[in-house]
């Protein structure tokens, strides 16, 4: 059984202008100890599936259809409030917003430790920070957000992910506010990390090259529809998709004496998407059977792909 | 084109943003600036755009004395990175665009203003409207138009494309290279993404806490970088394949923590593995090759 | 400045959606007509002035005298409509004298910065420190009262409201992306301060405008309670409550229909304000 399982999700935002449909149809799965990237570009529908399984969408405004589970468990309301935190974990964007400034480090984590039901337990969490790449977890303990540099607040948000085993951390834009070193330093210990636990990851990215680094497979979502899955050699070595493969030689090469071209057009709007494949419009080899709903095809073993033209 | 002679820069609090920086710019050609965040390249960009004075040192633009006339807005523009900070949400595409042209009293109708947007690729029918209504990548084509609109001589650009998706900032950057071989045009871009530097830069500048480490033409840094901080920065690009891996220098496992800079000598000692007695005299530019300079005591590929 | 028609229709629309705020709208709206057309749709207009009829006085609200007459004999009602004018009016040139000053106050403030920055915001910090009311007794309490005056006294209590709001937004206006584009350009400071800042403080400063209309109203109708504002026989508000005072309770209608007058007004106005701030999404 997998340990996150996403059926059939569809969501439905509802604004003054109409209704936008903006996940289509998304279907998702986890393993344990799997890392799992989910990658598109701005307006792919990438944050609000991550914000879906976590529940952050506003309820008033949102149209949810689809099953998610967790370990066989339906997340919903109820359901949520014990597994996040807990077994379910979150590391996002920017530190600095994530933290809160009025609190020490100390008090923060303690916080987290009791959503999981028991106290701090200082010498396990100073063991932690440590593994964390932290060298004096007794000053960051004490100290307040502002103190700390923004990659040791990204180590210490890690840290707070880790603090209690989680089963599945999912990882939002993480340290993407950061510098580039400090962003692939944080993935590598949270890579390191989960592997050592069995921690599965949830990947949401833009950024190709820390997919290659970080992932095992990779979905890529192109207007609120998953377009290809497949693992990350593959998709980076072999893409499927026409978007996928304009995608990744978008990507400025060292070994590349010219500028990638990149990809005419526009995203498609929610509120009027196309009714067959939502990258018709902006596909080099679209044809008329595009425009038919399209399913996931497999491809080969373990390269799926929603087009009518694998190759 | 321009010139920097011995610039520093010190803020109200005792930061040192730029510290005794000097290289010049030829015209017609893209200098790259690339550093971390403290790094001083956006100290950098203020100073030589004239939102900021140099607290020592000269900067120089040919035809006119140091330090004057480069504010007037004709020479140097400035296209900075936040394509969502860069327009005024109150005014329509077309007053923002032609705020440099009524500045100085230059033809500002819409003919003109239509002629720029088809420089940046552009659709007229965007003139009257609102920021709001446009994408990140074509408000920064928006900023990217304002910049031109006075022709300037010298644009600084921030970096133009890291707040956009992929398969957009390939097509800024294109458009980017065509007017600048169209007008002439030289430029200053500072930059986050190495491999991105690789393709659009004729001279490559790397700074180090304020410092210039290492200076010259791309494809020679690229290929043999000299100064230790320089090899750690190419380490560090992420690649997306082996091809791309293998071109670039490796850098050992080593936990680099938020120290105290030194009291003399290389800034880059607390962080470097490589670090000998030495490194704590003043490092000065030792050029390798033509147009290659660098301020390393023990410099990559030696020994 | 450009008026674009498709953002005005939504704009209403969005304002539509709370219906307090319409509320709010149609009370000002009103109050704004019906003190306009005073001398027409009143009843008794010529009751605004020296009218004096004692056989009349102090009778009850009927049909004929719709909240019955004061101590001279004058329709309440009548004499309501005209306090009306005199609020709206003392309202309008209060916001008209304080409010350019405090703006362009806090516009310098907060983009020159260094000296100019100091001076102003210490001046402004000295008038906050003075409660509204307090301050303008004391101005009027130099000059004979009048109605003119006191719109100029509060409006001397006024400004530097607008000045620190001013001040703050030009404070993180100041660091987006298009500022310094301006200044990169070559605009001046006056241009940047009235151009490219101003037109973005505008919300702000249109919803404190229309509360504050309401408070002006609220501070005027003290003022004049305590003789310091218009003077009889001008119909006023406060003067109107004051006047109603002594004959509580048994001729409760004068002191209760005018003081629910000032209430309308000053809810009218709070609705609508806040109305206005939801639209903008303003943090006033």
Redesign the interface.
């Known amino acids: 059984m997998p340990l996150l399982e996403i059926t059939g999700l569809n969501v439905t935002f509802a604004g003054m202008e109409g209704r936008a449909h903006t996940i289509r149809n998304l279907d998702l799965s986890i393993e344990r100890g799997q890392r799992v990237a989910l990658v598109g ?2 307006g792919s529908g990438k944050s609000v599936t991550a914000r879906t399984i976590m529940g952050l969408l506003p309820k008033n405004r949102v149209k949810i259809d689809g099953d998610i589970r967790f370990a066989g468990i339906e997340l919903n309301d109820a359901t949520r409030k014990q597994l996040l935190g807990v077994r379910i974990a979150m590391v996002f964007q920017d530190p600095s917003s994530t933290l809160n400034p009025v609190f020490r480090i100390r008090d923060q984590l303690d916080a987290i430790a009791r959503v999981a039901g028991h106290e701090l337990d200082r010498d396990k969490t100073i063991a932690l920070l440590r593994s964390m ?1 932290i ?1 004096d977890p007794e000053r960051v303990l004490s100290a307040y957000p502002f103190q700390l ?4 607040a990204q180590r210490v948000l890690l840290s707070a992910a880790l603090m209690n085993n989680p089963e599945l951390i999912i990882a939002d834009e993480p340290a993407t506010a ?4 400090i962003q ?1 330093r944080s993935l590598e210990l949270l890579s390191s990390a989960s592997r050592a636990q069995g921690t599965s990851v949830l990947l949401i990215t ?8 970080f992932a095992d497979i990779v979905h890529v979502m192109y207007a609120g529809e998953i377009v290809e899955s497949a693992p990350v050699e593959m998709l ?2 072999s893409p499927a998709h026409p978007y996928t493969q ?3 030689k ?15 057009g ?1 995203p498609p709007d929610y509120l009027n998407p196309p009714t067959g494949c939502r990258f018709q419009p902006r596909c080099p080899i679209a044809q008329h059977s595009c425009s038919e709903v399209i399913s996931m095809k497999i491809l080969n073993r373990d390269q799926h792909v929603r087009c009518v033209l694998p190759h | 084109m321009l010139t920097l002679k011995n610039v520093s820069k010190v803020y109200a609090d005792n930061t040192v943003a730029l510290s005794n920086v000097s290289f010049t710019i030829t015209r017609g050609t893209t200098l790259a600036v690339v550093g ?2 403290g790094s001083g390249k956006t100290s950098l960009a203020r100073l030589i ?3 900021e004075s140099p607290s020592d040192g000269h900067i120089t633009f040919p035809g006119s004395a140091p330090d004057e006339a480069h ?4 020479h ?3 296209v ?1 990175q ?1 394509p969502y ?8 595409i077309s007053e ?1 665009v032609r ?2 042209l009524v ?2 009293g230059l033809p500002n109708g819409n003919p003109e203003i239509e002629k720029l947007f088809n420089h940046v690729g552009l659709s007229p029918q965007w003139l ?1 409207r ?1 920021p709001s209504e446009l ?2 990548g074509q408000r920064q084509r928006v ?1 990217i138009a ?2 031109l ?2 022709s300037p001589e010298l644009v600084v650009l921030d970096e133009p494309t890291s707040a956009l ?7 800024v ?2 458009m980017l ?1 065509s007017v600048q071989q169209e007008f002439g045009l030289t430029y200053l871009f500072i930059a ?2 190495l ?2 530097v ?3 830069a004729t001279t490559i500048a790397v700074l180090y806490r304020g410092e210039l480490v290492e200076i010259g033409p791309v494809d020679d840094v ?1 290929k043999t970088p000299k100064h230790r901080y320089t090899q750690q920065l190419l380490s ?6 082996q ?2 891996a293998a ?2 220098p490796s850098w050992p496992q080593h ?1 680099s ?2 120290v105290e800079p030194p009291t003399s000598g290389c800034l880059f000692q607390p962080r470097c593995p490589f670090a000998v007695a030495r490194c704590h005299a003043k490092a000065t530019l030792q050029p390798v090759g033509s147009n290659h300079q660098h301020t390393c005591h023990v410099p990559y590929g030696s020994s | 400045m ?1 008026i ?1 028609f498709n ?1 005005t229709k939504k704009h209403w629309r969005r304002f539509q959606r709370n219906r307090a705020s319409v509320f709010g709208l149609s009370l000002v709206v009103t109050l704004l007509v019906v003190s306009t057309l005073a001398p027409v749709i009143t009843p008794y207009p010529s009751h605004s002035g020296a009218f004096v009829d004692v056989d009349r006085a102090y009778e009850a609200p009927s049909t004929r005298h719709l909240l019955g007459t004061d101590a001279v004999g004058r329709d309440i009602f009548s004499r309501l409509i005209f306090a009306y004018r005199t609020s709206l009016l003392l309202a309008a040139v209060v916001l008209v004298l304080a409010v350019p000053i405090g703006v362009v106050a806090g516009l310098a403030a907060g983009y020159q910065r260094g000296l100019t920055e100091t001076l102003i915001l210490r001046v402004t910090d000295i008038f906050l420190a003075i409660p509204s009311l307090v301050l303008a007794m004391a101005i009027l309490g130099l000059f004979e009262p009048s109605l003119p005056m006191a719109m100029v006294a509060v409006a001397f209590g006024w400004w530097p409201w607008y000045t620190r709001l001013v001040y703050n937004l030009t404070r993180s206006i100041a660091t ?3 500022i ?9 400071p006056t ?1 940047i301060m009235l151009s ?1 800042i101003l ?2 403080c ?1 919300g702000p400063i249109l919803t404190k405008m229309t509360l504050d209309a309401g408070f002006v109203i609220l501070l005027g109708s003290s003022l004049s309670f305590l003789g310091l504002g218009a003077q009889p026989p001008t119909p006023d508000l406060g003067t109107m409550v004051a006047q109603g005072a002594p004959l509580l309770p048994d001729v409760w209608w004068p002191t209760v229909s005018s003081s629910l007058a000032i209430v309308i007004a000053v809810l009218g106005f709070n609705l609508l304000g806040e109305g206005i701030r939801d639209l903008f999404g303003v943090d006033v």
């Open positions: 570009e701005s790449a060298t540099s923004g990659g040791m950061l510098d580039a070193e692939q833009h950024h190709m090259g820390l997919v290659r680094d980076l070595n304009l995608l990744v978008s990507v400025p090469r060292l070994s590349a004496d010219e500028l990638p071209v990149g990809i005419d526009e | 971390e965040s755009v004239g939102l504010r007037t807005g004709r140097v523009q400035l900075q936040d900070s860069a327009l005024n949400p109150s005014k329509t923002s705020l440099p500045v100085h009257d609102y994408s990140g900023a304002r910049a609109a006075a998706d992929v398969s957009v900032q390939a097509k950057l294109r290279v986050h993404d491999a991105l690789k393709s659009i690229f560090s690009i992420s690649v997306i394949d091809l791309d071109l670039k936990v923590e938020d | 450009n674009d953002r987006e992306g298009y310094s584009a301006a200044r990169v350009s070559g605009a001046r241009r490219e037109p973005n505008s």
